[in-house]
Antibody, heavy 119, light 110 residues
Framework: EVQLVESGGNLVQPGGSLRLSCAAS????????MHWVRQAPGKGLVWVSR????????TYADSVKGRFTISRDNAKNTLYLQMNSLRAEDTAVYYC????????????WGQGSLVTVSS | QSALTQPRSVSGSPGQSVTISCTGT?????????VSWYQQHPGKAPKLMIY???ERPSGVPDRFSGSKSGNTASLTISGLQAEDEADYYC??????????FGGGTKLTVL
């Protein structure tokens, strides 16, 4: 059974940093591209970032470019999102999601991790 | 990276059909056959319902169908059931390994 379990969400002050983790199991993690998607309270889904199978290629939404870094450790079956210079508008539930094989969609999602940016 | 446009809400009675539209541009929906749809119940993670415009993952009822014309994609739910009440989001590949979601549509089953 495919499982994605996020962790690391917390309350952080504006300008602070936080690292999210997503532990994957039930599939060959190194064979899939992975993504982060976020959802502000009461709002819609927003794509944040994507990483290829070996971590050599990454892409970001304009809103987080230069502040967030996506990475992965295939030996540990874990996806990461390093978030720096956090702003109030970064407050959201952050989901990790697996990209479907051979196409551009998200076939499995984690349960989400809440990041709150507030003083 | 502007969000795709969806109606904020739609509604229908049990057994009826509803269609949710998703309008993008020639740089996303209109340029790629990579539109997907997600169902999200309150407090839950999104669930894939349709991918590649009209493909249905195993386990998703055939009451759910997708289509696309030009810059607009659509999700149709026939034979509405109470458990279909949820938020629905479209998503499109937008080139350069980026994706863009719609703003979401709240489906109410009357």
């Amino acid at each position: 059974e495919v499982q994605l379990v996020e962790s690391g969400g917390n309350l952080v002050q504006p300008g602070g940093s936080l690292r999210l983790s997503c532990a994957a199991s039930g599939f060959t993690f190194s064979s899939y591209w992975m993504h982060w998607v976020r959802q502000a309270p009461g709002k819609g889904l927003v794509w944040v970032s994507r990483i290829n199978r070996d971590g050599s290629s990454t892409t970001y939404a304009d809103s987080v470019k230069g502040r967030f870094t996506i990475s992965r450790d295939n030996a540990k079956n874990t996806l990461y999102l390093q978030m720096n210079s956090l702003r109030a508008e970064d407050t959201a539930v952050y989901y990790c999601a697996r990209e479907g094989s051979g196409s551009y969609y998200f076939d499995y999602w984690g349960q989400g991790s809440l990041v709150t940016v507030s003083s | 990276q502007s969000a795709l446009t969806q109606p904020r809400s739609v509604s229908g009675s049990p057994g009826q059909s509803v269609t949710i539209s998703c309008t993008g541009t020639s740089s996303d929906v209109g340029d790629y056959n990579y539109v997907s749809w997600y169902q999200q119940h309150p407090g839950k993670a999104p669930k894939l319902m349709i991918y590649d415009v009209s493909e249905r993952p195993s386990g998703v009822p055939d009451r759910f169908s997708g289509s696309k014309s030009g810059n607009t994609a659509s999700l149709t739910i026939s034979g509405l059931q109470a458990e279909d009440e949820a938020d629905y989001y479209c998503c499109s590949y937008a080139g350069s390994f980026t994706s863009v979601f719609g703003g979401g549509t709240k489906l109410t089953v009357l």
